[in-house]
């Protein structure tokens, strides 16, 4: 990756206090972002995992975990053509973003386990 793909990360971490790490493989990459469950304000805000998985032979599919640590639901979108990890991490941002705010707005909750 990238020295100014990994200055970008570090940047998005802090204006969105979305945590993510970004792992280059030979055949695959995976995103892994943890983002802040809704507006509530505290010493402490709880946050939710979610993972991207694609890769350099993949044609721009990309595997979506919505909750990668309690459930084995996936999605599968088509992001155009990415050749490297940084294309991936470019890409994946705005997504990640749209993620955080429908968070934000209450629209993307989910019960999760904690439900009865």
């Not at 970008?8 to 280059?24: G, P």
């Not at 979610?50 to 350099?56: C, H, I, L, Q, R």
């Not at 155009?80 to 994946?92: H, L």
């Not at 749209?98 to 968070?103: F, G, L, Q, R, S």
Request: glycine content about 8%; proline content about 4%.
């Amino acid at each position: 990756m990238e020295e100014k793909t990994e200055k970008l990360l570090k940047k998005f971490e802090q204006e969105n206090e979305t945590y993510v790490s970004a792992t280059d493989k030979l055949t695959y990459w995976i995103i892994y972002a943890r983002i802040p469950k809704g507006m509530e304000k505290g010493v402490h805000n709880l946050h939710r995992g979610k993972k991207y998985v694609s890769g350099p032979n993949e044609e721009g599919n990309v595997l979506i975990l919505p909750d990668p640590d309690n459930s084995e639901n996936y999605e599968v979108e088509s992001w155009g053509e990415m050749g490297t990890i940084d294309d991936f991490v470019q890409k994946a941002l705005p997504r990640i973003l749209t993620d955080k705010n429908e968070a934000d707005s209450g629209l993307n909750e989910r019960c999760g386990a904690s439900c009865g």
